[in-house]
């Protein structure tokens, strides 16, 4: 699915999300990332894994006043000690990746400093 890109240049942009991945200007990337308007594309967490209370802690939230989680080609629901983290240490929305991609380049393009960060694939594992 292309995505409509913003006007301003010096903003990270993505243009580009399948299943299998993503392009964020001239890279694609197809293993789970992190971006934010003051960070270029970072590797995030082990291959496919789930998204967990370490895995958010490697996340630079102290920099950003809204992070958005693309859990991969299906939502799924973050584990209660995850939502518990997160509501103490930043406003945050859980999403599917091409949902979170979307909601990135608009927030962005406002001009607010938000993090994306998504694993990337139909192959995300469910929270038990």
């Not at 308007?37 to 995030?44: A, D, E, I, L, R």
């Not at 082990?46 to 939230?61: F, N």
């Not at 958005?68 to 584990?79: A, F, I, N």
Request: glycine content about 6%.
């Amino acid at each position: 699915m292309k995505i409509a890109s913003q006007d301003n240049p010096d903003i990270l942009k993505i243009s580009r999300v399948t299943s299998i991945c993503v392009d964020v200007g001239e890279a694609q990337i197809t293993q789970p990332f992190f971006l934010g308007v003051n960070h270029p594309v970072n590797s995030w967490i082990a291959a496919m894994e789930k998204i967990t209370v370490d895995a958010i802690e490697q996340l630079p939230l102290e920099q950003y006043e809204l992070l958005l989680l693309g859990t991969g080609s299906k939502y799924t629901v973050l584990e209660n000690d995850c939502m518990g983290f997160l509501s103490n240490a930043i406003p945050f929305e859980v999403m599917t990746t091409v949902s979170a991609c979307r909601t990135f380049n608009i927030v962005a393009g406002e001009g607010r400093k938000v993090l994306l960060a998504a694993l990337i694939g139909s192959e995300n594992k469910t929270q038990e």
